[in-house]
């Protein structure tokens, strides 16, 4: 079975450089398969948030596997409108118990809700103290909303979870990310899917004969960004995950980092409505 390796993070916890995403699994019984797939086939992370109503899901795929808890690496997310300290701590809760878990190892502001964000991330840092999260975390975080947490935090965040595909590379904040010891895990690393058929990537997928999927999640990691893909097809949950196996050469990557044209998919941190 392939080993999925795993990236340090700042305070030594071991994060899998690859996880399955479950957003858009709302289907109990879709989402459930896909899951006990994920982790039959060597998974060892599940991407989760409490917006993706699929947390019972997780616990129970977790529970039928046959893995152990201790090596499975769960993240997940609270929503927009339980943003703010107390809230935070109530959403953990909720959370937590629709897990059916003891702890969760990643837990992340979702969006950063302006007037709230800072104050959320301070709660996510005491469930930290507290050990009821084994890393705290952000996602959707640009350089100015880093910077505001720092101001007022006592443990950095040591996971920003950002829109990074191709089409959008994220140089700048990568680059901040590795001189704070944040590490960047990108959501839609696929690109929703919509980059697939891209004509250079499809090249280079010839050139190695693998996937195009395989071939911008091989990207990734050489770039040290964590990945979660999401699919629900069994033959495609196995494919992403065999990525360790092949190299792209130093031109290879270079042509995958030419084709960023700061294109997103999802909605712009800055300019969010929900
Ligand atoms: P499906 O879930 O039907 O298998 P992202 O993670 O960037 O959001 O991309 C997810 C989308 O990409 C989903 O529509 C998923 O479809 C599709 N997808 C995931 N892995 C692959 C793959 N290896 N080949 C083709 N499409 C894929």
Redesign the pocket.
């Known amino acids: 079975m392939t080993m999925i390796p795993s990236k340090t993070l700042t305070n030594g916890v071991e994060m899998p450089y690859l996880g399955l ?1 479950v ?1 858009k699994m709302t289907e109990p019984e879709v989402a459930l398969q896909a899951m006990v797939k994920a982790l039959e086939v060597g998974y060892r992370a599940i991407d989760t948030a409490a917006l993706y109503n699929n947390e019972t899901e997780v616990g129970e795929a977790i529970r039928q596997s046959n893995v152990a808890r201790e090596e499975i690496f769960v993240t997940t997310k609270v929503w927009n409108t339980d943003q703010g300290y107390d809230e935070t701590l109530r959403a953990f809760e909720t959370s937590l118990k629709k897990l059916g878990l003891e702890y969760v190892d990643l837990y992340l502001t979702h969006w950063p809700v302006e007037g709230k964000f800072v104050d959320t991330y301070r709660a996510i840092e005491r469930l930290y103290e507290e050990k009821l999260i084994r890393v705290p975390g952000v996602s959707n975080h640009h350089i100015h909303h880093l910077e505001k947490v720092f101001a007022k935090a006592n443990v950095k965040p040591m996971v920003n979870q950002v829109e990074l ?1 191709p089409y959008l590379a994220q140089e700048e904040l990568r680059a901040f990310c590795k001189e704070n010891d944040i590490a960047v895990t990108a ?7 919509r980059v ?1 058929e891209d004509a250079v990537i499809t090249d280079i997928a010839q050139q190695l004969g693998k ?1 195009t ?2 071939v911008i999640l091989r990207w990734h990691y050489q770039n040290d960004v964590i990945t ?6 069994p033959s ?1 949950i196995e ?2 995950m065999q990525i360790f196996d092949f190299e792209l050469s130093a031109e290879q990557m270079e042509k995958m980092n030419q084709l960023n044209k700061n294109q997103r998919f999802g909605s712009d941190p800055d300019n969010f409505d929900f």
């Open positions: 995403g957003y595909q959501w839609s690393p696929l690109g929703q899917g697939l996937s999927a395989q979660i893909p999401k699919s629900v097809t495609r494919q992403n």
